[in-house]
């Protein structure tokens, strides 16, 4: 029988599979934060077993990390405790561990790849459900549970069931000033938040060949946000380029030994899937939400859609917009903002910092908006440097932060207060996420440039001409 | 970490409609910064049964007195989705629910509770509009589920529907078993699978 990509990848990591029950799955590669590991930790030690294999897992501190003066003490007892108990867990069971200021720190989902962690081929798994991002190099990678981070840990394995399989394509090319964000929230908002429950994804046509791998990381970032458990896209030379010489990547022999494993990483012409379907780039504007998940998304350019027009529950969907305080039927373009935020493991990578730049470069930030402006990493920013758009943002009359998860997730000071609204370029736009009763709209890094600029929400495209 | 065995479980419920509760909803993540697994029900639900002075809002569910001690939430569809956070599902049991019913479930979240010994039991849309109905009408209903014969009654009426589990994990559930458990007991087979990975 014909295999797709992520058959090849899922059925080479079964070690058994338990009779009406799920497969017991190797993992590879383990990544471990301050948020979801302490628990783990402490279960592991309870039961009395060690870490098997500490060479594959990778501990770093993002998720409740300052974004300012992150030379000095974190000032939050509880965080300053969670980042000890992350560094003391990696030190006494020999985890490799990149703390605040390491030059290595910064968003698990960024530094994964940046280091030549994330390989084609390979299972990565952690505490965190936009683990999916990994899927951009071939790999099978997704968020688990803290129960599962102790499997992992003490294991090496965790206990699944074998997805279901959905192909995503689309193709054609992206018209000007559509991004690998706008790509994905538009097909977020064709599945709903929910229709890909149950799947594991894999993207292919046109356009996800021509996508860089910071665009592709993105897209199947973003897979979990329509219910999928992750999502992958076959390796190419623009993954192979991406990935040679990186720290941990394989160098030599081994090197040309992956490759030939590599090589055969690829869906094979007659293998079947669950579901299909095709989205034509066409009909792919800047997007923008305008509720409270991400399946509520729509052309920059468009209205707020009825309750009726829609499937689903109305009071749900009325409840959604009250608490937007938007009407059905309003633009969203012109609505006035108070923030944005550029950053998360969604769009906080160089590519992203590049197109924010190429729309502020030359104008100033509206006085009524507050701009977060948050790299997923060190290597991001030493980047930022390099490029020299640290000037230009500077000059635009916006400030660069220091990295890590940030105002994605509020966890630390990075909230946004009660009753504002962002655009945000992160990956939720529920209920509170950004802080207590904040308002998200998430959106592209063209998309809040353009609206930091102008101070409402704007469609980049009439900056970009 | 050991939760009490499920068999069967007669309960009344508190009704969440509501479709697409994220887990943000569920425990949202200013309150994710503990290293224990201690009191998660406090913050569950925090910012729709508090207001932000931390006053109860009455008309939520979870705050009316009739509902008090139910062991049983049934909520609206694709519920739990977001984030991994397995807080949400500590959150949960902590709050002395053993068995959330909705018409759908996010993956994360399912998984999660199997983990903790709180039981999904994903039914239709139709069979979960009858039970919201059942609710409203008497809020003092009660619902059973019965993990050996894998399925859900409305007690008054008898009207019932089977749900789907795994054997593994129904076992699991029945026993207060985890997959740790069973992980360690072929760390052999493991160990010589590890062997054949080339990286």
Redesign the interface.
């Known amino acids: 029988m014909a295999n797709t990509l992520f058959d090849k990848v899922w059925d080479s990591h079964v070690?058994?599979h338990?009779?009406?029950?799920?497969d017991?799955f190797?993992i590879?590669r383990h990544f471990i934060h301050e948020?979801?590991s302490?628990?783990a930790f402490?279960?592991l030690e309870s039961?009395g077993?060690s870490v098997v294999?500490p060479a594959r897992t990778f501990a770093t501190a993002d998720?409740?990390t300052p974004t300012i003066n992150q030379h000095l003490p974190v000032a939050?007892p509880?965080?300053a405790?969670?980042l000890d108990?992350l560094e003391n867990n990696a030190a006494k069971h020999g985890i490799s561990h990149w703390g605040l200021g390491d030059e290595n720190n910064g968003i698990v989902h960024v530094v994964g790849p940046e280091n030549g962690i994330t390989?084609p081929g390979?299972t990565i798994v952690c505490?965190?459900?936009h683990t999916s991002t990994h899927g951009a190099f071939g790999a099978i990678a997704f968020?688990?549970?803290?129960?599962?981070v102790?499997?992992v840990l003490?294991?090496?394995?965790?206990?699944?069931?074998k997805?279901m399989k959905m192909r995503i394509n689309v193709t054609g090319a992206l018209g000007l000033g559509v991004t690998a964000k706008d790509v994905a929230l538009y097909i977020i908002a064709k599945q709903t938040?929910?229709g890909a429950?149950?799947y594991f994804v894999e993207y292919a046509g046109d356009v996800f060949e021509d996508m860089s791998m910071e665009g592709r990381m993105t897209v199947c970032n973003l897979s979990?946000e329509m219910?999928a458990?992750g999502g992958m896209i076959a390796p190419d030379e623009k993954t192979y380029e991406y990935i040679k010489g990186r720290a941990q990547t394989?160098k030599g022999a081994?090197w040309d030994?992956?490759m030939k494993?590599w090589e055969t990483l690829y869906t094979e012409e007659d293998a079947a899937f669950d579901v299909e379907f095709t989205y034509d780039a066409a009909d792919i504007e800047p997007m923008i939400t305008y509720g409270t998940?991400p399946g509520m998304g729509m052309g920059v350019t468009k209205s707020i859609p009825t309750a009726e027009s829609l499937e689903?529950?109305v009071?749900?969907y009325r409840?959604s917009l009250g608490y937007m305080s938007f009407n059905e039927g309003d633009s969203m373009i012109g609505k006035e903002i108070d923030f944005i935020f550029l950053g998360s493991c969604t769009n906080g990578r160089i590519e992203d910092f590049r197109g924010f730049c190429s729309i502020v470069k030359g104008r100033q930030k509206a006085s009524n908006v507050t701009a977060w402006l948050v790299p997923g990493s060190h290597k991001v920013v030493a980047q930022i440097k390099e490029e020299g758009l640290d000037k230009i943002i500077t000059d635009a009359g916006f400030v660069l932060r220091e990295p890590g998860c940030s105002a994605c997730?509020?966890?630390n000071d990075d909230k946004v207060p009660?009753g504002k609204l962002s655009v945000s370029t992160s990956n939720?736009n529920?209920?509170?996420?950004q802080g207590?009763?904040s308002r998200t709209l998430l959106a592209s890094p063209l998309v809040a440039a353009a609206s930091a600029i102008q101070g409402v929400v704007t469609d980049p495209r009439t900056l970009l001409v | 970490?050991a939760y009490d065995k499920f068999q069967v479980l007669t309960s009344t419920a508190y009704p969440l409609?509501?479709?697409?509760v994220?887990t943000?909803?569920i425990i949202?993540?200013?309150f994710?910064?503990?290293?224990?697994?201690i009191d998660f029900d406090v913050n569950f639900f925090r910012?729709w049964r508090y207001n932000?002075d931390g006053s109860p809002k009455p008309e939520f569910p979870l705050n009316k007195e009739i509902y008090a001690g139910s062991k049983i939430l049934v909520g609206?569809?694709?519920f739990g989705?977001?984030?991994?956070?397995?807080?949400a599902?500590w959150s949960v049991y902590d709050f002395g629910l053993r068995c959330v019913i909705s018409s759908?479930?996010?993956?994360?979240f399912k998984?999660?509770c199997l983990?903790?010994g709180v039981l999904p039991v994903q039914v239709s849309v139709a069979f979960a509009d009858t039970l919201f109905a059942a609710i409203m009408a008497d809020p003092k209903t009660e619902i059973t589920v019965d993990l050996p014969n894998q399925r859900v009654t409305l007690v008054v009426t008898g009207v019932s529907e089977s749900f789907v589990i795994?054997?593994?994990?129904k076992d699991n559930m029945l026993n207060g078993f985890?997959?740790?458990d069973?992980?360690?007991n072929?760390?052999n087979?493991?160990t010589a699978?590890?062997k054949t990975?080339?990286?």
């Open positions: 070690v058994r338990v009779q009406d029950g799920p017991v190797f590879d948020v979801t302490p628990v402490l279960g039961r077993n294999y998720h409740n939050d509880l965080s405790n969670q108990a390989l390979a505490g965190d459900s968020g688990i549970g803290t129960s599962e102790e499997m003490s294991t090496q394995c965790i206990m699944q069931p997805p938040t929910s429950t149950g979990i219910g458990r394989p081994a030994k992956a494993y998940n689903g529950g009071e749900t409840k997730l509020a966890m009660s939720r529920f209920e509170g996420r207590p009763g | 970490m409609p509501t479709e697409n994220d943000d909803q949202p993540a200013r994710l910064k503990a290293t224990e697994r910012d932000q609206g569809r694709n989705s977001g984030s991994s956070r397995e807080h599902a759908a479930f996010a993956d994360i998984n999660n983990n903790v795994n054997t593994y994990k985890d997959d740790i069973y992980l360690k072929i760390e087979e493991i699978f590890a990975r080339p990286f």
